[in-house]
């Protein structure tokens, strides 16, 4: 019946055409017909000898419409008729109807995009859930129903597909013959059977008690659901936790019993709840099929969460809770506690009774009375008072219903702050009388927040008792007894904005300054513009800062000052105008219906007041506005009709300036077709529109929807014609369908005028559909005939090119090809499918021998071939000649390779062998030189743990010298102690006088009190967070801020902010999230890099403080020994004083390429006035006298830190050749030698010091001005032991002088080798103790901000681990480690010489390498630098990424954990800087960028808010008189 239905419904689907019995296709739309007139039902009779007989029409009411149908295929399912109709547009809809043939549910999917689906549609006979259809480019097998989109039971039967039901015993929604076991019975439920029958379970008791022994839960099954006697069934509680469950009742009722999970394992309590909620999931064959949830709860933490209202809030729980008034407890059985049933309701509950308190002034002492009902409490129950944390004071019982608060003093430095007002017992601090209703009392500050009279004087209306005091230009608390005048200065107009209206009124004038009113009754009728009075907007007013007016309407255009008189009349500098707008003209007048034309509207004074509106026939904006005072510019709306309309300039919602302006609304274009439809996937050939009313087209463009790469701009050229170059389209389309191509019309999608579609239409068939299309192909192929690459030409010759191209589809013309030979074009005279003949008319004369042959189709640019051109005749000849002279030069080179080779053989063995003793004499000088360095670092070792110990710097000069390292330069200059003290016992060390270490901020006494005060406000606003971020990103918006400011601001930051390095991190975090974010959008893998923002430089100083202590307990000392090492090993061998290159050293640009013969001395040297025994000196008879004294003072003074050390300059040393002979030695004196007028520095061999010899070294009375430090000695008058006028005058000697000069120093490349294989050992301990995690815990900074990076990157969804190594890689070994390597001085008290550092560079190179991922591309042409430690950098790499994975599988760091060891570094140097000194750094930046920072306060919604803006101008008006007069005075 169902199908004999369905067909009479289908017959009403059809046109009347197509109920002709010679028609065989459904090919046009559907719609409603009337019934079919007898000559419509002709069926061919006119060719028939007999008459049809004429029957009553068919008549039915059409069970469903839509535009387009082609195709039908009909099913029954599961009590369902289920019908496919395709469609014109290649979609297919799934109609689903009930019994009653009604529409129950409707879906489409798109099969074939743009094309028709052909009429004949046919489900698989072999399997029906599966439906064949066609169009013309392609056939789709089709799977009728996507019953796995459906997650949920409900969600799958609400569906209504007939397909489609849920799989109770495998939970998903699945067809019937999908589901295991469908046949038996309640396995599957159809959509047919309904929502309600979808399995669940009920819990009968969902609330249990935590206390409660021995709990089971009883579950009641609903729903279709097999019957599960004899299977295996469970409750599964999740995390693994699983209780025996068994089956009771009847198959029509089941319950099920189980067993609550073990006490043990109940899940935590959030910290705010009294309960958790727990799901519980029936578990039947290993598979969760249905799950409810129950809640354990807990009395006890009812009480304890909310403790200001305990009682009350037990009382009122929903759980059966009991309060305990003797123990002052919640518990969940009243057996609990013997007086638990007095307290039935809340309101029995003892409570405070809310009354309303004046308030008080910070810092003044006041009594509180607090009321009290139903207290239940003896009078000497002790209490106290409780205003927050660590702000209680004594209670004292009045009666027994009124308890006093005495002597309460509160402090606040906001505007006001309002404390909670609460009673606590004191024998236990904990518990508090309940407070239902919070009740507060105010406590204000006179000093804040108020910057002008009117606002200091207006806060009497808030019951503030404040004064303003002229004086001083502040406001404090009233409480003098004398009267004091309360009149404020006249107020100030600073500025007023619009400062034009129209004559009509209505502009919301806003006018700013100061004083202006201490409330809105001041200013009511108090605001004139000439002699008419303005009414406040009383929501737009600000005490004494802003009001805001809305203008009347004036009789005639004039200009008069605005004027504000508040017991003194304030006058505005700039003047109010009122003018008359004018409008004249618009421009274009006409354009299409479907809105986007662009139209400018001219006249005068069109920029004035505060509101405008274009409106479109009374109706419709205009949009996008801009306007200046002669033209408005916006763009007009779509509108139905094409009619002629009206626009309505209005100005403050005001009348119409306006009345006969019109625009008239024209037909849209129309674009009747587009040739050519084919394009290379390169694109840019030119495709011609074709249609009509393009002159109403301002602007067009064109876009292949899905695989076209960017949208393309079209242009217009006449009414009827536009030309647009196609879309660039990915390879993927080649070979592909035609793509659907838009065109946009002033910005609007071209669409074609269609009737509206049907209301039920799903938003999938909405979709656009374009009816032009693309087809895409591939590039066209060129070539030459030859398929040759050159293509020889002699000049002056005609020239004809043939090229051939590979067939295509696209179908090109002549003019579409354009061939090039360099940049003169070839003239195409004949084109076929298959070849292009194309001349050139004019001479190729040119000075390039080869030239370019290039044919271009639209964006398709492709070079063929290579012209060469020629020299004719005579380059024939040449050619031959040369030919023959090379054969007869080639024979006698093979005879002379021949002899050649066997010499080479023989010097090649040679050679080896003496590449074999030279790395014999490497690796036995590696040895030696190993062996006695490690001989001098144990002895090193020893007498330094005899001693002091290794020279840290103290934390503050370790901070200071790390964030401000321009200045570690001058330290070794600063701290020299006098002579006397170098090696007395009661020496102590000079301290540093850094202006941000401890001390007394030196600033003028009559400044203090106002700077002090404006100190303490802005560190007030440093401490807001919201506050700092704005300042932040303020200062780094501005052009003029540099990177040293940026690195300076963040250092200055963290001394101010050290105090709370658990607010300075939070900070930080911030401001590295907007980092991230904008790296993010850019590439991820430079973030962190440099140090160009003030957050990279924060992160650097987080680094150096939390890094500080590991550095000292696990690197310091290897990092020492290293240095040790390094500086040992450069003293065995020369040092040229003045260039500074030496025998032994990591560095080739360090390195001295001479073969100096030097010997070691032994010297016997006393330090007079030292009190210590004489000491055997080692030292190198090529040194000179200033390295001599540099060695001895090392020796004297290795136990005493560097700073304390005498200079070279200030020492004499003395050489006792015989009892009565002694020379004072010298650098330069009358003895010294000139060489090619340079003077030589004296050295040891000079004087002919012997072996043995005995020095004597003393504190010289006078300094020795004869030198000036050696290193800083004019290159053209001195050198030590290398001329270094050698290389300069390299290009006078002859060419095998220079040859020798420029490669035999190579040679001594392998000290390299030998100075590296020494120090290995040192390096590779330091490089182990920082990868190394000691004890299983990494540093805690370093764990807590790697996990930050990849909580960051999880995020973003950055998931390349590259990404993620290189930002910890730039965070912690580039930005912390490689800083502290190259600059030991910032951790040590010692002297780093330039050549140390030249080395601890190629060290922090190699450390940087190995962090790197970035493979290194090394050859023989590759620094030495690089290549010196080539051979570690992958066993380093391992070991950097084996680190960087074990702290990744650590377990994480909780906020509290970090924040505990951030609180303790912060108490370790508690007192170490001077903040007031780095507030009053960070000030000059605030001030410098004044307005910008305001305006950034202004912008930002919760800064505006809190009106951090007025606070931060109160600070200025502190300072700004201040700060630069008091240091001017200091």
Not at 321 to 333: A, D, E, F
Not at 403 to 428: I, M
Not at 761 to 783: G, N, R, T, V
Not at 1414 to 1440: C, F, W
Request: hydrophobic share 35%; glycine share 4%.
């Amino acid at each position: 019946m169902a199908l004999e239905q369905l067909w009479l419904h289908s017959q009403h689907l059809l046109q009347p055409e197509q109920l002709d019995c010679g028609a065989a296709h459904l090919q046009h739309p559907l719609a409603i017909v009337p019934p079919l007139q007898p000559e419509q039902l002709d069926c061919g009779a006119a060719h028939l000898q007999h008459p049809l007989a004429i029957v009553p029409p068919v008549t039915a009411t059409p069970v469903f419409t839509h535009s387009g149908l082609t195709a039908v295929a009909v099913a029954s399912v599961n009590n369902y008729t289920v019908v496919f109709l395709g469609t014109a547009s290649g979609g297919l809809l799934k109609i689903n109807l009930d019994s009653t043939m009604k529409v129950i549910s409707r879906r489409s999917i798109s099969v074939a995009y743009g094309e028709p689906v052909h009429p004949i549609m046919q489900f698989d006979p072999s399997d029906s859930t599966y439906l064949y259809l066609m169009t013309s480019y392609q056939m789709a097998r089709v799977k009728v129903a996507a019953c796995n989109q459906y997650s949920t039971c409900t969600e799958c039967l609400a569906a209504a597909d007939a397909y489609c039901g849920w799989c109770t015993m495998e939970t998903r929604c699945s067809l019937q013959h999908e589901c295991t076991n469908f046949t038996g019975a309640n396995f599957w439920t159809s959509a047919s059977e309904g929502v309600q029958q979808c399995p669940s379970m009920t819990i009968l008791e969902p609330e249990i008690n935590i206390d409660k022994e021995n709990p089971a839960l009883i579950i009641q099954i609903n729903g279709t659901i097999p019957n599960l006697n004899g299977t295996n069934i469970s409750c599964d509680y999740g995390n693994n936790i699983r209780t025996v469950a068994r089956v009771a009742g009847d198959y029509v009722n089941q319950f099920i019993y189980c067993s609550l999970l073990p006490r043990e394992k109940y899940p935590a309590f959030p910290d705010d709840q009294d309960h958790v909620v727990v799901e519980a999931a029936l578990r039947v064959n290993s598979k969760n099929i249905i799950r409810a949830n129950f809640t354990i709860y807990d009395c006890k933490r009812t009480g304890n969460i909310y403790p200001k209202r305990a009682c009350t809030s037990c009382l009122s729980t929903r759980w059966k809770c009991h309060w305990c008034p003797s123990t002052y407890t919640c518990v969940s059985n009243h057996s609990q506690c013997h007086d638990a049933l007095q307290m039935k309701n809340k309101i029995d509950c003892p409570r405070i009774v809310p009354a309303s308190l004046d308030p008080m002034p910070t810092g003044v002492s006041r009594d509180i009375m607090i009321s009290l009902a139903n207290a239940t409490f003896s009078k000497e129950t002790a209490l106290e008072c409780h205003f927050g944390v660590d702000r209680t004071f004594e209670a004292r019982w009045v009666n027994s219903s009124t308890v006093e608060c005495v002597h309460v003093l509160l402090h606040t430095a906001e505007k006001s702050h309002l404390f909670p007002v609460n009673l606590q017992l004191k024998d236990r601090p904990d518990r508090f009388i309940d407070s239902p209703e919070m009740m507060t009392v105010e406590v204000y500050n006179c000093a804040t927040g108020s910057t002008d009279c009117s606002q200091c004087l207006g806060r009497e209306d808030l019951g503030h008792r404040c004064v303003w005091s002229e004086s001083s230009s502040s406001c404090r608390l009233h409480s003098e007894p004398q009267h004091i005048s309360d009149a404020c200065p006249a107020p100030e107009i600073r500025k007023i904005e619009p400062q034009r209206g129209p004559l009509e009124g209505g502009t919301l004038l806003t006018i700013r300054g100061r004083n202006l009113g201490r409330r809105l009754s001041d200013v009511l009728g108090a605001v004139w513009i000439g002699s008419g009075a303005r009414a406040p907007l009383p929501r737009r007013y600000l005490v004494s800062e802003a009001i805001v007016c809305q203008t009347g309407e004036a009789q005639e255009a004039f200009s008069d000052v605005v004027t504000v008189n508040v017991s003194r009349e304030g006058r505005s500098r700039d003047r109010y105008s009122y003018v008359l707008p004018v409008v004249q003209s618009i421009a274009p007048l006409n354009g299409p219906k479907a809105g986007g034309t662009r139209v400018t509207i001219r006249g005068s004074s069109l920029d004035v007041g505060s509101e405008l509106r274009v409106l479109v026939n009374a109706s419709k904006q205009c949009t996008d506005l801009s306007r200046s005072d002669s033209t408005i510019t916006c763009t007009m709306p779509a509108t139905e009709l094409a009619t002629a309309v009206r626009l309505c300039v209005q100005f403050e919602n005001k009348s119409c300036v306006s009345d006969n302006i019109t625009f008239k609304y024209e037909k849209n274009p129309i674009i009747s077709d587009i040739n050519p439809k084919k394009s290379q996937i390169s694109g840019g050939r030119i495709i011609t529109l074709e249609g009509r009313g393009f002159e109403l087209v301002q602007n067009v463009s064109v876009v292949v929807r899905g695989i076209g790469r960017e949208q393309v701009s079209c242009k217009v050229h006449t009414d009827t014609i536009i030309t647009c170059p196609s879309p660039a389209a990915s390879n993927t389309t080649v070979g592909s369908k035609p793509a659907p191509v838009d065109f946009y019309l002033n910005g609007r999608l071209y669409t074609d005028d269609r009737p509206a579609l049907d209301e039920e239409m799903y938003p999938e068939e909405l979709l656009h559909i374009s009816k032009f299309s693309l087809e895409y192909y591939a590039d066209p192929q060129f070539f030459t005939a030859k398929k040759e690459k050159w293509i020889k030409h002699h000049p002056g010759e005609p020239l004809t090119l043939v090229i051939h191209k590979e067939p295509d589809n696209l179908g090109l013309e002549s003019n579409e090809y354009q061939v090039k030979i360099g940049l003169i074009s070839c003239e195409i005279q004949i084109v076929s499918d298959k070849v292009i003949h194309c001349s050139v008319n004019e001479s190729l004369s040119t000075s390039e021998r080869q030239l370019p042959v290039t044919i271009q189709v639209g964006k398709f640019n492709y070079t063929i071939a290579m012209l060469h051109l020629g020299g004719g005749e005579t380059a024939i000849i040449v050619s031959i000649v040369i030919c023959s002279i090379l054969l007869v030069l080639s024979v006698v080179a093979l005879f002379v390779f021949c002899t050649k080779s066997r010499r080479a053989e023989r010097y090649w063995q040679k050679t080896l062998l003496q590449m074999e003793e030279m790395e014999s004499q490497i690796r036995e000088e590696i040895r030696k030189g190993f062996a006695e360095l490690q001989t001098d670092m144990t002895a090193l070792t020893k007498e330094r743990n005899r001693s002091q110990g290794i020279p840290f710097l103290e934390y503050k000069h370790f901070v200071t010298r790390t964030f401000f390292p321009k200045c570690s330069s001058l330290y070794e200059e600063c701290y020299i102690l006098p002579s006397q003290q170098l090696c007395s016992q009661g020496s102590s060390q000079v301290q540093e006088t850094h202006p941000l270490l401890v001390g007394e901020w030196k600033i003028p006494e009559s400044c203090r009190p106002n700077m002090e005060e404006g100190v303490s406000l802005f560190s007030t606003l440093l401490n807001n967070k919201h506050f700092l971020i704005v300042f932040v990103h303020a200062l780094e918006q501005q052009k003029d801020f540099a990177v040293r400011d940026r690195c300076n601001l963040a250092s200055l930051l963290t001394i101010a902010l050290h105090g709370k390095l658990e607010y300075y991190t939070s900070i930080m975090k911030d401001l590295l999230v907007d980092l991230i974010d904008a790296s993010a959008s850019k590439n991820p893998k430079l973030m962190l890099r440099r140090t160009e923002s003030v957050v990279e430089k924060m992160l650097t100083n987080w680094m150096s403080i939390c890094m500080y202590s590991y550095l000292r307990e696990t690197v310091g000392e290897p990092f020492f020994l290293l240095i040790c090492a390094i500086k040992q090993q450069i003293n065995k061998g020369s040092i040229d004083a003045i260039t500074g290159k030496a025998r032994y050293t990591l560095n080739e640009e360090w390195l001295l390429r001479e073969n100096i013969e030097a010997k070691p001395r032994n010297l016997n040297v006393s330090f007079q006035g030292c009190g210590m025994d004489s000491l055997s000196v080692r030292a190198m008879d090529t040194d000179t006298l200033s390295q001599v004294k540099e060695k001895i003072l090392e020796a004297f003074c290795k136990n005493v830190p560097y700073s304390q050390w005498p200079r070279v300059e200030d020492v004499d040393l003395e050489w006792f050749a015989t009892s009565t002979d002694s020379y004072i030695l010298r650098d330069l004196d009358d003895t010294s030698v000139v060489e090619d007028g340079r003077k030589k520095l004296n050295t040891l061999a000079h004087y002919k010091i012997p072996e043995g010899a005995s020095l004597a070294m003393s504190l010289s009375d006078k300094k020795d001005t004869t030198l000036s430090r050696v290193k800083d000695l004019d290159t053209e008058k001195y050198f030590h032991l290398v001329l270094p006028t050698d290389e300069s005058v390299e290009h006078k000697k002859s060419h095998r002088q220079s040859h020798r000069k420029k490669v035999l120093p190579e040679i001594y490349l392998t000290r390299l080798l030998s100075t590296k294989g020494t120090l290995q050992k040192f390096l590779d301990d330091l490089f182990k103790a920082i990868l190394s995690i000691r004890d299983d815990k990494p540093p805690v900074a370093v764990k807590y901000f790697f996990d930050f990076l990849e909580e960051q990157a999880e995020k973003r969804g950055i998931t390349d681990p590259d990404t993620l190594h290189i930002w910890k890689t730039n965070s912690l070994p580039l930005r912390f480690w490689v800083n502290i390597l190259k600059n030991p001085q910032f951790v040590f008290d010692i002297d780093k010489t330039d050549h140390i550092d030249a080395c601890l560079s190629v060290i922090a190179q190699a450390f940087i390498d190995a962090c790197s991922l970035s493979d290194l591309q090394l050859g023989k042409d590759s620094p030495t630098n690089k290549l010196l430690y080539a051979k570690e950098i992958p066993e380093y790499r391992k070991i950097v990424q084996r680190y960087y994975k074990q702290i990744h599988d650590m377990p994480p760091l909780s906020e509290q954990e970090m924040n505990a060891h951030l609180a303790e570094e912060s108490r370790k140097y508690r007192n170490e800087f001077n903040t007031n000194v780095a507030m009053a750094e960070i000030y000059k930046y605030a001030k410098r960028y004044r307005s910008q920072i305001v305006a950034a306060l202004d912008a930002n919604p919760t800064t505006k808010r809190t009106q951090l803006q007025h606070k931060f101008e109160q600070v200025i008006a502190l300072m700004e008189d201040n700060i630069y007069e008091c240091c001017s005075e200091a």
